[in-house]
């Protein structure tokens, strides 16, 4: 084997190196975008995927050298992708604990027709379910309180669990809910 053979075995090593590191870069096209919006729209919804792509986008550029191509790219973008939205949903979840316990909060508007008596009883009821929805399993409470907006088919998707299961939690919520309010 004479020099040249091993300088050309060298080279095709640093192609090789090459190729490999380009197959492994991290692109952010449109494709890239529209994936990041499906699964945070799987996770959080609609209204507010479009944030968290573009958060998770950038987050996927600012850390674009940590990708070490140990799985495939769309594997990474997807982990990157779900850890904002699961993020967006536990900020949410804090702000709305925080405005539940606030003593300032604002109560709810009354209906100026209705009698006091029957203004006191609305606001009695609301706080009693409010109590009873805090005793619930959180897994049975996601489900009761988006139920109260959405269909069983936007429920699962939102939560990210099939339609029977959300029937089931309901139904489980439900017979927990009875039981509370009768003792």
Do not use: C
């Not at 009821?125 to 009873?132: E, G, I, Y």
């Not at 049975?140 to 069983?152: A, W």
């Amino acid at each position: 084997m004479d020099m040249t053979d091993l300088n050309v075995k060298v080279t095709d090593m640093n192609d090789l190196n090459e190729k490999t590191f380009n197959a492994h870069r991290p692109v952010f096209g449109e494709a890239e975008r529209q994936f990041v919006y499906a699964v945070a729209r799987r996770i959080v919804g609609s209204e507010a995927a479009d944030d968290i792509a573009q958060d998770a986008m950038l987050l996927a550029y600012v850390h674009r050298d940590a990708f070490r191509g140990d799985s495939r790219y769309r594997t990474w973008l997807y982990r990157i992708a779900a850890t904002a939205a699961l993020g967006y949903l536990r900020k949410r979840k804090r702000s709305r604990e925080r405005l539940a316990t606030d003593p300032d909060a604002m109560p709810a508007p009354l209906d100026p027709a209705a009698s006091p008596e029957t203004q006191v009883a609305d606001r009695e009821a609301a706080a009693v379910a409010s109590r009873l929805l805090d005793r619930l399993d959180p897994m049975y409470r996601d489900v009761v309180v988006l139920r109260t907006e959405l269909s069983e088919a936007q429920t699962a998707e939102r939560l990210g669990i099939s339609v029977a299961n959300v029937k089931v939690r309901a139904h489980r919520a439900r017979a927990q809910l009875r039981i509370a309010f009768a003792a």
